[in-house]
């Protein structure tokens, strides 16, 4: 079993800094990759950045490419997500994720265990 548990949201205005943090505990070992996800009203989950644990090989969605960045201290099993530039349509709860096998999935169904999330909300 992993466990997940993410901090760092809050209420922000547009243009606006924001870091995730996700901290692992348990199995963290058998994680081969991790990932943040984010959930807006009436929306379906969708992928923000995931990260590679073998060889920290990342993936951002269009939405966020350039603005955000996704890190991890191994020392720390911790993942962080830097969000410059934060736009009022980044509203959503911010989900961290962690998946056993196979690496970086944009599929939130591919993984394996999700934290609580923390709630992140951009005003104009």
């Known amino acids: 079993q992993v466990q997940l548990v993410e901090s760092g949201g809050g209420l922000v205005q547009a243009g606006d800094s924001l870091t995730l943090s996700c901290v692992a505990s348990?199995?963290?070992?058998?994680?081969?990759?991790m990932g943040w996800f984010r959930q807006a009203p009436g929306k379906e989950r969708e992928i923000v950045a995931a990260?590679?644990?073998?060889?920290?090989?990342?993936f951002y969605a269009d939405s966020v490419k350039g603005r955000f960045t996704i890190s991890r201290d191994n020392a720390k099993n911790t993942v962080f997500l830097q969000m410059n530039s934060l736009k009022p349509e980044d509203t959503g709860v911010y989900y961290c994720?962690?998946?056993?096998?196979?690496?970086?999935?944009?599929?939130?169904?591919?993984?394996?265990?999700w934290g609580q999330g923390t709630q992140v909300t951009v005003s104009s």
């Open positions: 990260i590679r644990w073998a060889d920290s090989g990342t």
């Open positions: 348990g199995r963290t070992f058998s994680s081969s990759a």
């Open positions: 994720a962690a998946r056993h096998f196979l690496g970086i999935s944009t599929d939130w169904d591919r993984y394996d265990y």
